[in-house]
């Protein structure tokens, strides 16, 4: 087991009716005014944003509005987001939406912050926050895990190059998280999210690390709740047991729980980044679901024995000891299926990529070249290549 | 899925020789004066406290020496404490050891915080801490889960009474755990943590809750690992793996994760407090298995499908749908026969308790017939004689 530290400082009021505490949350820290920051008019016309607006005043804080962040939240929305925040004296982030809001509620905080560099180095890895702003959140989808986690990802549409980075000054200070709000989610959007929660688990759970058998049990308990719950929500968007259990796993699967003692990378997430950063009409989930199959079936035999526990621990495959390949191919299978049956793409060409774009894809994301992926099989250039192809 | 708020504030610095970090870690409180609170003679002998005074040194820092916390700490210890810390001008409390050190110390924060306050009547429910003392601990005994917790206990044993009670003010800044530092910790005192480990995350699952599947999962991961980790532990004191598990598995047994939608009440701790406040010598964890089985043996009729999952998921029992009582009593056994294999009591005569103290411990325990503790069956004060009874 390799030394860590755990660090989750994030307060998370979860449940029925939680959000209309965010005046009184918001308080405990004294803003002079508060950014209210959010997507498209779905978290207008819920009637969420004027809620919180009612909230703040009745505690009697200055706020100001910024919507309109797109999916795959990009640089020049967090460009303006700082402005504003500089221009009116604003001391305190509030997100209302998904992954891309929080994101780019992170990136202003940060850029807000440090106003004298330039908030796409963070991305960049060419500097480091060194303090932020106090940041919240109120969770209008479960997938991405920004809520309690330490990354932050943005996307440079006209470089297309989309980036993220882990830092202790991401994490948000409170998460408000109502699986109620997520109702409307319809059923693409919430599937995408299983993929990216889930994934978030599994990314950490096939990175290289001995000895870790509580933080695999616990990662096996969150892809296994998650598979469930992601089906369930689908089957009746109004479950809330679904919901719930569906969104408390988008937090802990991406908090750090599920690493400890174990390397970290999201070596799959770095292979989809490229594809939606170069076209952000690709959802992130999607592309997650199109490329891991792949990735698995390329990398499986550099650690056999690991595949051999995720096919019997979450897929319930009974290990043929004398193959052991059929059992880890049966459970990459099953893994296939799934997403197929949650209406997820397995390919590439359904999300309209081609054998034209792989090596520049390939390219961009071994940064040149100059980058190896971490795994039990470590991927360079050649090997991303291999994987984008098998995806085809 | 009952609303709940989760809050694990404590940054963890987890593996091999974190505890030389400790000077910087509390240079950035930025202290006047740190107490060093410690137990017995062992965190001398080990070099350990030397090692946290040369650290403070190195920054410059001033601190103050008390030790000698017994196990079940005691209000006399928490009083002089308290005084020191006044005379002294101590603004930051460092705990060295386990459970006992570091609840002594949280009582510590919280009286020298709130002088005005009766320190014991936090512990009496009389009142509550509004403010702390910042405060660290280097783990010295994988066990009470307090490095992460928001409880403290403490006996008064003049009266016989032993107290605990959660509040935010309890949390650890950080916690500093190598398991090497545990290397030397006996048979029977790994045994009695590996106990209490299980147990506060065993007592959340058996409280009422519905659709919590996600956090089951998670409380089952934590029960299978404690048990595999404490008897290895057992058979070989210097496995590193096993006692890396079993430290981690401590810390997140009793920081509220495995408790999140359910109700919370750690049901048979409460008939444990009122065994080792009556005789401080009964250590808490050999308390807890010598009355686990009698408690289950009595309650289990009140949820049979809890119980069965449990028996399945835990033990891998067999469920036996025809007689289900069959399938838990086996898994009760053999939840019995690990507490023998590691050398725990599981009646309490073996500890010394015999029948005419049992309508006494009766009464302490319901507050004088006033108290019923939750559950699928909630106990008052007949019941909870019947299961002193059965644990006889």
Known sequence: MENFIYDTPTRVYFGKGQEKKVGEIIAEYGPKKVLIHYGGGSAVRSGLIGLVEECLKAQGIAYVLLGGVQPNPEIKMVRRGIQLCLDEGVDFILAVGGGSVMDSAKAIANGAANPDVDVWDFNMGKAQPKKTLPKGCILMLAAAGSEMSNSCVITDEEQGEKRGYGSPMNRMNFAIENPELTYTVDAYQTACGAVDIAMHTMERYFCPG???????????????????????????????????????????????????????????????????????????????????????????????????????????????????????????????????????????????????????????????????????????????????????
Chains 1, 2 share one sequence.
């Not at 750090?256 to 170069?278: A, K």
């Not at 690709?282 to 024995?305: D, E």
């Not at 197929?340 to 961009?364: F, N």
Request: glycine share 6%; proline share 3%; aromatic share 10%.
């Open 210 to 392: 001995e000895d870790t058998y509580l933080t695999d049990a616990l990662a096996e308990a969150v892809m296994k709740c998650t598979i469930k719950a992601g089906a369930d929500c689908i089957k009746n968007p109004t479950d809330y047991a679904a919901r719930a259990n569906m969104m408390w796993a988008s937090s802990l699967a991406h908090n750090g729980l599920t690493q400890c003692g174990r390397q970290f990378q999201l070596v799959v997430h770095q292979l989809e980044h490229e594809l939606s950063g170069m076209d952000p009409k690709i959802a992130h989930g999607a592309g997650l679901a199109a490329l891991w199959c792949s990735w698995a079936r390329y990398v499986y035999q550099a650690n056999i024995q690991r595949f051999l526990q995720w096919s019997n621990h979450v897929w319930n495959v009974d290990v043929d000891y004398e193959h052991p390949e059929k059992t880890i191919l049966k459970a990459i299978d099953l893994q296939e299926e799934y997403y197929r049956a949650i209406g997820m793409p397995t390919s590439l060409r359904e999300l309209g990529v081609g054998e034209e774009s792989l090596e520049m894809l390939s390219d961009r994301c071994s940064r040149g070249k100059t980058r190896t992926l971490i795994g039990y099989k470590p991927l360079a250039y050649e090997d991303i290549l291999a994987i984008y192809r098998m995806a085809l």
